[in-house]
């Protein structure tokens, strides 16, 4: 049973006239009509129900739970007056009831009993008993419907119950028949290997079918629906900043006839297996970094007008073979008129090298800072760059962090060590030393370095959009919206991911705040300030260290008290970082007593009571994903977990961030499909009957 093939959802049971009624806390988006069936009086209840004890397994919301249908005395039975939900005949089905005693009855000897039985299409389940303000959820199935197409039910009173039977709310499922032929598979195994190997701006999350269902097919590809299974014909990948080679999963794309691949950052060279796709019309590759020559099996199908090539804006990209020829020609009379020189250059080369090797090791031992492999700048370069040290842009342990500019016009942000620094040279050849190894697109990169006598600065990219702290400031004056906020979180998880599991050995960042969370011009985000990192020494994955590190209100509390720095303390921190991305709030905060109170401390209870929307930054005026809201906050609180084990993995938050970004991509292809008041869950279809009353709360 592939449930991606399948829809399940709920017909109307025709009772009554009443509205739909969504409630805003149900984590599962569902709709439940909002009415009272014949024969019966309405319950209801304002107290607090136990909805997040284990025998609610569906997350049955609270305000569905407080309302609830009692049969009418001197009736012992629930659903005789009920005319049955009807379903296609000969339909898979599933049922589940949900119930919860909402009255104090006194249970025991010679005090009222409430028990019953339920009979579902012939079968009996029971006995059943409740417990007060405990939500219980029976589900039954997969059953066949009869051939009237009906499914009937009663809940009966047994004869040890002095009350009659209730029922607070009831959920019908059915499977759907498929919506048609999957898409080829060939085509699947390509475009399910791309997300892997790329991340997609357009749509982070490509789930399911990619053709089907027609009105909702993945974000910038389409399909033709003329052969039995779907084929993609067309996938637009332009500006969606994917890096590295073109992957040889295009190859298995054999119907394909446009592919735009232009605006992005690939590199290597244009691969022949492209002139070999047999229907591929129409390729852009303009606008990337690609090098070396194009096939010529690619140019004669251009020149034979079989197929529209773009290639502009790719500086070091040979459009011809001439370039290699004519390269050859110019390189060949050259090197034989230096030949002898060479030669005799060659001897002095290496006496030379030799000697300028032996001062670096001699000077470098001396400094104690060893950085070989970025560009090297003078003291009197950094003054210009930073045009005599003009904009400051930061200050840390080290000392201030200075705007600049290069020659070529590449800004830059530069780092000065100062005489006065809290960290001094050791933190400093830590930090220099860790980025020249290690390179990821979410964590900031050195261009360069100064090691000019006394004056030591580190040069890294520029990040034109400041931290992340600034951001969710009163006064920052501008607002991040719902999806910014989860593409930043789900960036610098990246990079925490990479550090804690790229790395061997690992390595632990040991401060890490919004602060040091900074944004580039495109809004991403990329992890900074290495200065006090260190690898793990040991096969436990911990560092035990009496030097100080962490901010208040981000450093992990078991890690304080114990100096036991490990990958769940980096954990701790992405937490805070997250809930204040949530809340826009900032992580410690004092009350009108002055005592601090910590940003999980007052988000905690009001979570428990069900009500997100009274924790999500408020600027964002209710404009965010309510869905995608709830599991932010779940992964939030899961990382500041007291108990450091009970703490999730890097990787296992980065794959639950993601699933929050595909919630909010579901919600933007459902506003494109019309299809009345279904709503999804977990890739199926379902709706929900809610048994209400008159005194229950009113639908929004």
């Known amino acids: 049973m592939y449930l991606e093939d399948m829809t399940l959802a709920t ?31 309405a319950l209801n209840t304002t107290a607090n129900i136990e909805v997040q004890s284990i025998n609610n397994t569906l997350k049955t919301p609270v305000e569905v739970l407080r309302t609830a249908a009692q049969v009418r005395s001197p009736l012992r039975s629930l659903g005789n007056s009920f005319p049955g939900v009807y379903i296609a005949a000969e339909s898979e089905y599933y049922a589940c009831f949900h119930f919860a005693e909402i009255l104090p009855i006194s249970q025991g000897k010679g005090k009222h009993r ?3 039985t339920i009979n579902f299409n012939g079968a009996n389940y029971g006995h059943i008993t409740l417990q007060y303000l405990n939500p219980l959820t029976m589900c039954y199935g997969p059953r066949k419907s009869r051939d009237s197409g009906f499914v009937e039910f009663s809940i009966n ?15 019908l499922f059915y499977v759907m028949p498929p919506l048609g032929s999957p898409t080829d598979p060939a085509d699947v195994d390509a475009m399910m290997a791309i997300p892997q190997i790329y991340t997609i701006d357009k749509d982070d999350n490509w789930q399911r079918d990619p053709c089907l269902p027609r009105d909702i097919t993945w974000t910038g590809l389409n399909c033709s629906y003329d052969s039995n299974s779907p084929r993609i014909i067309s996938l637009d990948l332009c500006a969606s900043r994917l890096t590295g080679k073109i992957s040889s999963s295009f190859f298995n794309l054999t119907a394909i006839r446009y592919l735009d691949l232009s605006g992005n950052e690939l590199t290597g060279t244009v691969p022949e297996f492209l002139a070999q796709l047999p229907n591929l019309t129409v390729l852009n590759l303009s606008g990337n970094k690609l090098t070396g020559t194009v096939p010529q099996s690619l140019v004669q199908k251009a020149n034979n007008r079989l197929l529209q090539l773009s290639l502009e804006g790719n500086p070091s990209l040979c459009q011809t073979d001439s370039c290699q020829k004519k390269k050859r020609s110019v390189l060949l009379p050259i090197v034989t008129s230096f030949a002898t020189v060479l030669v005799l250059l060659f001897l002095s080369t290496i ?23 970025n560009r090297s700048f003078s003291y009197s370069e950094i003054v210009s760059i930073t045009n005599n040290f003009e904009t400051i842009i930061g200050e840390g342990g ?25 960290q001094g040279y050791k933190e400093f050849q830590s930090e220099a030393q860790l980025l020249m190894i290690v390179h990821h697109r979410n964590l900031v990169s ?3 370095h100064c090691d000019d006598r006394h004056n030591k600065a580190l040069i890294y990219e520029y990040m034109a959009n400041g931290n992340l702290r600034e951001h969710l400031t009163e006064t920052s004056g501008s607002t991040l919206n719902w999806n910014e906020r989860l593409h930043i979180a789900a960036d610098a998880a990246q990079g925490l991911e990479y550090l804690h599991n790229g790395c061997k050995p690992p390595i632990i960042h040991r401060d890490l705040k919004t602060s040091n969370i900074l944004l580039n011009e495109k809004l991403r985000a990329k992890i900074s300030d290495f200065g006090l990192s260190r690898a793990f020494a040991n096969e436990s994955g911990s560092h035990i260290t009496t030097r100080p590190a962490g901010t208040l209100g981000y450093l992990d509390p078991q890690a304080q008290s114990s100096g036991n720095f490990n990958k769940k303390s980096d954990i701790y921190s992405f937490g805070i970082i997250l809930l204040e991305l949530i809340t826009g709030q900032p992580a410690i905060r004092r009350d009108v007593n002055g005592e601090i109170i910590r940003i999980q401390e007052w988000v ?6 069900g009500d997100v929307r009274s924790i999500v930054d408020p600027t964002l005026q209710g404009d965010f994903d309510t869905n995608s809201a709830w599991k932010a906050v779940e992964i939030a609180l899961s990382c500041v977990l007291n108990t450091a084990t009970r703490r999730p993995d890097m990787t296992d938050v980065l794959i639950e961030l993601k699933e929050c970004l595909g919630m909010v991509t579901a919600v933007v292809g459902s506003q494109r499909m019309d299809r009345g008041r279904t709503r999804s869950i977990n890739s199926l279809e379902m709706r929900s009957l809610e048994i209400y009353t008159e005194t229950a709360p009113s639908p929004r």
């Open 604 to 609: 905690t209870p009001i979570i428990e009571n």
């Open 446 to 448: 050195l261009i360069g």
């Open 114 to 116: 409430r028990e019953f």
């Open 11 to 41: 017909q109307p049971t025709g009772w009554s006239d009443g509205q739909d009624f969504r409630y805003k806390n149900d984590v599962y988006d569902r709709l439940w009509d909002t009415l009272t069936p014949a024969d019966c009086i």
């Open 157 to 171: 009173q047994t004869g040890r119950s002095d009350l009659p039977p209730i029922l607070n709310a009831f959920e």
């Open 398 to 422: 080290f000392g201030k962090v200075y705007f600049g500019t290069l020659k070529d016009n590449v800004q830059v942000a530069v780092k000065l060590l100062s005489q006065n620094s809290r």
């Open 351 to 373: 006496f030379f090298f030799w000697r300028m090797k032996r001062q670096a090791t001699s000077q470098s031992k001396k400094e104690g800072l060893v950085i070989s492999t």
